[in-house]
């Protein structure tokens, strides 16, 4: 079994990726109560994410992805320190890219973009996008509020978006409708062309640490609703 584990919706949007590409029983572990993370200091985030790692250990997984760009980027080292399985980062996509000539902007939460991680990898210009996540946790993937806010925070011209937190990828058909002259980067979709598991059939239990009514709603529009074996509100 494989551990997944984000603040909540976005680590299931990269599980599409990875579905894509691989198959394998995963636990998804997406810790709702206490997003958003891109608000938190590197310290409580690595706190928070030690207990994830430790959840998921407990239900037997093997080894663990962080599909967390804010986890990756703050606390990826201290929980490879930490645990003796292999942990695997949301950020380990830089390895399979090469940094293009053009311009490059990531948008992602605060805590990401001030680890500067991006900014270091590919010269990027960050953005920090502090309301995105927890509207797309709303369900904004494609009406007027996230639509004005990505018209707000996105610059003109021809440049490359990196996708640096993992809930913006349901923003992609928005954003090519918005700026049809950028090309925008998914990390979890080149980590997995990459990074492919092939143990089984592919399954997910969901435990999420707050009750969201919106889940099996966005399961079944990422096409995962088939392989969802129960979804678990921890109390
Ligand atoms: N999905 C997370 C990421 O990739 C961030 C969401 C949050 O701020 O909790 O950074």
Known sequence: MVGFFDSGLGGLVALKEFFSNSCAHVVYFGDLKNQPYGEKTPQEIFN????????LLEKGVREVFIVCNTVSANALDDLRATFGIPIHGITDWLRYYTPPSKRVYVIGTPATIRSGLYQKALGAEGIETPELALLIEEGHWEDETVREYLQRVLPR???VLVLGCTHYPVLEP???EIRPEVETVDPARILFENVRINDGRRKVDVFLTAENPLYPDFLKRLGLWDYVGGIDVLR
């Open 48 to 55: 928070l994410s030690r207990k994830a790692v430790d959840f």
């Open 157 to 159: 011209g021809e440049y």
């Open 174 to 176: 928005l954003i090519r």
